[in-house]
């Protein structure tokens, strides 16, 4: 395993895509083999191929028999996560379900062939109940990194991602939690980085808005530490308005400095990650390709006006369906009940009509881009479901900021569906990075 991860990988008579960086990128921190956090990403699968940018996507296991491997744009990418592993009452044990059991060894295999980064992620929203169990002591500590250690290399997978939601902080609703998490976390991400294959891993987290909270239950002011030990943070700046809002609002906005409600942003976020010590070039900026439905009267959503107004009320008692793949109303892990998701994937959204094949407004749907939050609602009069989410000028104007303030790169959720090359290709010629492949010998 830890020859493979020193050693670039190499795949004979096949061609080699990858992503060039702009020639006039800025190389802050050199690369190293070592994995030892502060940018230097452990080498994986294609050390010095693509410079510092970072082009990641997390790929959802448990929709691989329905989104096969073959329909991922691996030319689009240089990393891509595997979600999800999940943490279980044993410390000595993360599961997977039995989709993502048969998936995984495929999606690294092909990660290989690709010369892409596979990076396996431990948590997610259902999957981080015990996280804090698990590193809670000394001894808990080191028979979780054991229990990481022994699933890298079963699957042979280039680093790990750490998804808990959240350390310090309830999510679900039934997480153990404890106001020591953040620090026994660090202490733990420390451990993890004195093991012989754990210093070799690429270590990653994905993180909220706002820093980890420390023992007096605030975002920590000093993170440096973090950044000493991980290689990168994936900023989930998404989910920041939904069904649980008073009104209407951007699922994932660029800016909220202009908004008539500052419910956080990638503006924000970024300043709040780099305020409190972690450098902005080991932060990725999560981007959604996908948005939040909302019911909307015509009254509300458009007035006596034909321009499509932003932040408008909704009907929360009638949440809208999403696409195919959106979630139905049951019961969580926690034995909580659930509403309907109301998720519209990129793809769905096209498929449902609100937008044509080539991302545009589709004929009879309303279309309204807030220039403060850089990012587009659609609205059909007929079914009145509004919907906010991302398309190709979002993209780019994400892809933009993220060259602006100088960060790794992005993070794409999820990176399945026939149409996301739309947003992929915008965010590319935004940062002016390309694909280019070559023939390998």
Request: some cysteine; hydrophobic content about 40%; charged content about 15%.
């Amino acid at each position: 395993m830890l020859l493979a991860l020193a050693l670039p990988r190499i795949v004979f008579g096949q061609p080699k895509c990858g992503l060039v960086p702009p020639t006039d990128a800025t190389v802050p921190n050199s690369k190293s083999s070592t994995g030892a956090g502060s940018g230097s990403s452990g080498s994986g699968s294609n050390s010095g191929d693509f410079g510092d940018v970072l082009a990641n996507g997390w790929y959802p296991g448990w929709l691989a028999d329905d989104n096969p491997l073959s329909n991922i744009s691996w030319s689009k990418y240089n990393t891509l996560t595997f979600a999800f592993a999940t943490t279980t009452s044993d410390v000595n044990t993360v599961a997977l379900d039995s989709v993502s059991q048969q998936a995984l060894p495929q999606f690294v295999t092909e990660a290989q062939e690709h010369n892409v980064t596979a990076i396996l992620s431990i948590g997610g929203w259902s999957g981080s109940m015990y996280f804090s169990n698990a590193i809670a002591t000394s001894q808990n500590r080191s028979a979780f990194v054991k229990t990481v250690v022994d699933i890298v290399n079963q699957y042979d997978v280039d680093g790990i991602e750490f998804d808990w939601e959240y350390p310090g902080k309830q999510g679900i609703g039934c997480n153990t939690i404890s106001s020591s998490d953040s620090e026994n976390f660090l202490s733990f991400l420390q451990e993890l980085r004195q093991d012989p294959t754990g210093s070799q891993l690429i270590l990653a987290a994905a993180v909220s808005i706002t820093p980890w909270v420390g023992s007096s239950g605030e975002p920590m002011t000093d993170v440096s530490a973090f950044a000493k030990v991980l290689d990168h943070i994936s900023i989930m700046n998404y989910d920041i308005w939904g069904s649980w809002s008073p009104t209407v609002g951007p699922n994932a906005p660029l800016n909220d400095s202009c908004a008539p409600v500052q419910d956080g942003s990638a503006v924000s976020a970024v300043k709040a990650w780099t305020s409190a010590g972690f450098p902005a070039d080991q932060i990725s900026l999560g981007l959604a390709a996908y948005g939040h439905s909302f019911d909307v009267t015509n009254s509300n959503a458009l007035g006596n006006s034909t321009a499509l107004k932003l932040y408008p009320a909704f009907n929360a008692g009638d949440q809208p369906h999403g696409d195919s793949q959106d979630a139905q109303a049951g019961t969580d892990e926690c034995g909580n009940s659930t509403p309907i998701g109301g998720i519209f994937n990129f793809w769905g959204l096209v498929d449902g009509g609100f937008l044509t094949t080539a991302g545009a407004a589709a004929s009879g749907i309303d279309y309204a881009f807030d220039n403060c939050s850089q990012t587009p609602f659609v609205y059909n009069p007929t079914s009145d479901v509004m919907v906010s989410f991302d398309d190709a000028t979002s993209f780019a104007a994400k892809g933009k900021f993220i060259n602006s303030m100088g960060l790794k790169g992005f993070s794409v959720w999820h990176i399945l569906g026939d149409y996301n090359d739309i947003l992929l290709d915008a965010l590319s010629d935004a940062m002016g990075i390309e694909t280019v492949c070559t023939s390998s010998s």
